[in-house]
């Protein structure tokens, strides 16, 4: 046994050897919040930095929480939750540097707060009175994409730019287990792997594709399908943010200096529905949730810090106060949210003038004047 230098209250968090259960699983963190080593990726954060982590994932969660809540009450037309994706979701998000672009899904909430998205965007947009409201060139976060797995080709398309232009960074793009058997991300594979393109595909494998499981979509590992298209995989265990920390960081400094793509798999578990329309209990059973519960990223978190005397019972909360407070917020702000006139639709289509569109909006500009009381 060896152990890690000394957290903030001066007591040493015990550092074990990686068992031999699971080689195949990238794990720097146990479920029980136990240190232990791995013989390619190791992180070493300062106290603040583990705080943060633990701070980030209460507050996605809880936001998700608000989000999901605000459907049910109506004040949404839909929500995708991330309920136990919080560690993929904030150790990947936070091992991006200000040159990296992310292109999500539409459940990536905690890469979003990590690129300093307004959350009320991400609400806006499920609440059909935006088509997303922030600005991607200024956060390098795309628009959410509902066509699944079409955003993996964008990203390497965006890649392929990147490169030719000579420019810093690298690209990072989500997408689930289900998304891995369209057609999509096969072909971004294979453009990735023959441009070289600096890219790194991130999969969280939360265990079903809506009411698929993996064992209905392959037959192998996830991440060992990289290999056929020439490039690495590595699986990572998607509950632990310490361990898809240090794995993203690698990948990304991977594609940035000239390597090609990664695919990193993020072995996870998604607690609640697929989206708020879903009911997982008709197709997965009680007993598989339990088991996944108690590898919950937020308590694994909790319990190293504890463990390390890194943070006290007035930080937990403190991070839950702050919470509550931010869930207040933006579901005041959400529900404040006036709807957008129909003819604005057309705003933001080209960004200079179009004689058709310019047409089109006329036309529809006085249909709708036609309609009595339509402002």
Same mark, same amino acid.
């Given at each position: 046994?060896?152990?890690?230098?000394?957290?903030?209250?001066?007591?040493?968090?015990?550092?074990?050897?990686? %068992?031999?259960?699971?080689?195949?699983?990238?794990?720097?963190?146990?479920?029980?919040?136990?240190?232990?080593?791995?013989?390619?990726?190791?992180?070493?954060?300062?106290?603040?930095?583990?705080?943060?982590?633990?701070?980030?994932?209460?507050?996605?969660?809880?936001?998700?929480?608000? %989000?999901?809540?605000?459907?049910?009450?109506?004040?949404?037309?839909?929500?995708?939750?991330?309920?136990?994706?919080?560690?993929?979701?904030?150790?990947?998000?936070?091992?991006?540097?200000?040159?990296?672009?992310?292109?999500?899904?539409?459940?990536?909430?905690?890469?979003?707060?990590?690129?300093?998205?307004?959350?009320?965007?991400?609400?806006?947009?499920?609440?059909?009175?935006?088509?997303?409201?922030?600005?991607?060139?200024?956060?390098?976060?795309?628009?959410?994409?509902?066509?699944?797995?079409?955003?993996?080709?964008?990203?390497?398309?965006?890649?392929?730019?990147?490169?030719?232009?000579?420019?810093?960074?690298?690209?990072?793009?989500?997408?689930?287990?289900?998304?891995?058997?369209?057609?999509?991300?096969?072909?971004?594979?294979?453009?990735?792997?023959?441009?070289?393109?600096?890219?790194?595909?991130?999969?969280?494998?939360?265990?079903?594709?809506?009411?698929?499981?993996?064992?209905?979509?392959? &037959?192998?590992?996830?991440?060992?399908?990289?290999?056929?298209?020439?490039?690495?995989?590595?699986?990572?265990?998607?509950?632990?943010?310490?361990?898809?920390?240090?794995?993203?960081?690698?990948?990304?400094?991977?594609?940035?200096?000239?390597?090609?793509?990664?695919?990193?798999?993020?072995?996870?578990?998604?607690?609640?529905?697929?989206?708020?329309?879903?009911?997982?209990? &008709?197709?997965?059973?009680?007993?598989?949730?339990?088991?996944?519960?108690?590898?919950?990223?937020?308590?694994?978190?909790?319990?190293?810090?504890?463990?390390?005397?890194?943070?006290?019972?007035?930080?937990?909360?403190?991070?839950?106060?702050?919470?509550?407070?931010?869930?207040?917020?933006?579901?005041?702000?959400?529900?404040?949210?006036?709807?957008?006139?129909?003819?604005?639709?057309?705003?933001?289509?080209?960004?200079?003038?179009?004689?058709?569109?310019?047409?089109? &909006?006329?036309?529809? %500009?006085?249909?709708?004047?036609?309609?009595?009381?339509?402002?």
């Amino acid at each position: 046994m060896v152990t890690s230098r000394k957290g903030a209250g001066g007591k040493t968090a015990a550092k074990k050897k990686a %068992g031999a259960t699971n080689p195949d699983l990238v794990q720097l963190l146990t479920p029980e919040g136990d240190l232990v080593e791995h013989p390619e990726y190791s992180i070493d954060l300062t106290p603040e930095e583990y705080r943060g982590l633990y701070r980030d994932m209460v507050l996605v969660r809880r936001i998700d929480a608000e %989000g999901t809540a605000l459907q049910r009450q109506g004040e949404l037309g839909l929500w995708a939750p991330l309920l136990g994706q919080e560690a993929a979701q904030v150790g990947s998000g936070r091992a991006q540097t200000a040159e990296d672009y992310a292109f999500p899904t539409y459940r990536e909430h905690g890469v979003a707060w990590c690129r300093d998205v307004d959350p009320v965007n991400l609400l806006g947009m499920f609440r059909g009175v935006n088509n997303g409201g922030w600005d991607p060139n200024e956060k390098n976060f795309h628009l959410y994409t509902i066509v699944i797995g079409s955003q993996t080709l964008h990203a390497t398309g965006y890649a392929m730019g990147m490169q030719r232009d000579g420019r810093e960074g690298a690209v990072i793009a989500y997408f689930g287990d289900g998304a891995s058997s369209q057609g999509d991300v096969n072909e971004a594979f294979v453009f990735a792997s023959v441009n070289n393109a600096p890219v790194v595909f991130f999969c969280q494998n939360n265990q079903w594709a809506i009411s698929e499981p993996n064992e209905r979509q392959f &037959r192998v590992p996830l991440y060992q399908r990289a290999a056929g298209f020439g490039f690495p995989g590595v699986r990572v265990d998607g509950n632990d943010v310490l361990a898809c920390l240090a794995v993203t960081r690698a990948a990304l400094e991977h594609a940035r200096s000239g390597n090609g793509p990664m695919l990193v798999e993020a072995f996870t578990y998604r607690m609640g529905a697929h989206t708020t329309t879903d009911d997982p209990t &008709r197709y997965r059973s009680a007993d598989e949730l339990e088991e996944w519960k108690a590898k919950d990223p937020i308590m694994r978190m909790r319990a190293f810090l504890e463990k390390s005397d890194n943070a006290d019972e007035a930080f937990f909360k403190e991070v839950d106060a702050e919470a509550d407070a931010v869930a207040a917020d933006i579901r005041a702000r959400c529900v404040a949210m006036t709807d957008p006139q129909p003819i604005s639709i057309f705003d933001h289509v080209y960004a200079e003038p179009h004689p058709l569109m310019d047409e089109e &909006r006329a036309e529809y %500009g006085a249909y709708w004047e036609s309609f009595e009381g339509a402002h």
